[in-house]
């Protein structure tokens, strides 16, 4: 019922910058939290950035400073501009959200298909 789409992924020098873009659609009600993570090869998949629907941000240490995660509420998409970007950044990036559906009322969380990042050393 409630599907996310990205886009923005793709090949980009160390030092470049790429944005990720995540566009949630379906039957929402509200969207409490979206958020992006990242999986290397041969990693777990950790949390890279969030935003809730308040505003507030939390950012994984490796990225703080470098990554800028923003909202646009009335779009329910979430953004991801990634700055000064390392060859360690290199992976797979979710995007991921969780809220309420509309015509359950019930809670739901659904994650992106992933988008490839590649940062060339």
């Known amino acids: 019922q409630v599907q996310l789409v990205e886009s923005g992924g793709g090949l980009v020098q160390a030092g470049g910058s790429l944005r990720l873009s995540c566009a949630a659609s379906?039957?929402?009600?509200?969207?409490?939290?979206m958020g992006w993570y990242r999986q290397a090869p041969g990693r777990q998949r950790e949390v890279g950035a969030a935003?809730?629907?308040?505003?507030?941000?939390n950012y994984a240490d490796s990225v703080k400073g470098r990554f800028t995660i923003t909202r646009d509420h009335a779009k329910n998409t979430v953004y991801l501009q990634m700055n000064s970007l390392k060859p360690e950044d290199t992976a797979v990036y979710f995007c991921?959200?969780?809220?309420?559906?509309?015509?359950?009322?019930?809670?739901?969380?659904?994650w992106g298909q992933g988008t490839l990042v590649t940062v060339s050393s």
């Open positions: 991921n959200a969780y809220g309420v559906v509309i015509t359950t009322w019930r809670s739901f969380e659904v």
């Open positions: 379906g039957s929402i009600l509200s969207i409490n939290a």
């Open positions: 935003i809730t629907s308040g505003g507030s941000t």
